[in-house]
Every structure is written in structure tokens, then in C-alpha cells.
């Protein structure tokens, strides 16, 4: 979800919460987005999350990666309707 504009902005299904569906969704919203360096990219502490590979994508759009505080469910909050 952009906080700014409240859109979503991409999604992916798979009965799994694995690395692979997580690159798929930000795959698909670098892709319709565009986003310029320098946005914040914010997740949870999910192992899908912290791996390499999605830590070196973030890193890739120059864009800045935000996790959530260690268990404090609010800071997902606008999401999590």
C-alpha cells in the first residue's frame, strides 16, 4: 500500500509466505510505480523480508528499507484492515 496516495499498488497469492512470492509483489510495483530513489520501503521482520535476495532488491531501487519495530503490531497498522 502507498501510505500517500492509500492505492494498492500490487499483490501476489501463493499458499505460502516464502521469499519468492514476496519478490513477485515488489517486482510488480517497481514495475507499475516507477518509484524514484530515495522511497521507503516498509515490511515486517519476516524471514521473507530480511533474506538477501529481497534486502538486495530494495537495494537495487535505491530505496530505503524500514522494519517494524520487534513485536510492536502497530507499525503495520495500515495495512492490517
Known amino acids: 500500500m502507498d501510505l500517500d496516495s492509500r492505492m494498492i499498488v500490487s499483490g501476489a497469492m501463493h499458499p505460502l509466505l516464502t521469499k519468492k512470492l514476496a519478490l513477485n509483489a ?14 521507503i520501503h516498509h515490511s ?9 535476495d529481497y ?5 537495487d531501487m535505491k530505496a530505503v528499507s ?6 510492536n503490531c502497530w507499525d503495520n497498522a495500515p495495512t492490517q484492515n
Open 26 to 39: 515488489i517486482r510488480m510495483a517497481r514495475f507499475k510505480l516507477k518509484p524514484k530513489p530515495g522511497m
Open 44 to 52: 515486517d521482520r519476516g524471514s521473507q523480508y530480511c533474506s538477501y
Open 66 to 71: 524500514s522494519m517494524s519495530r520487534k513485536g
Open 55 to 59: 534486502q538486495a532488491f530494495i537495494a
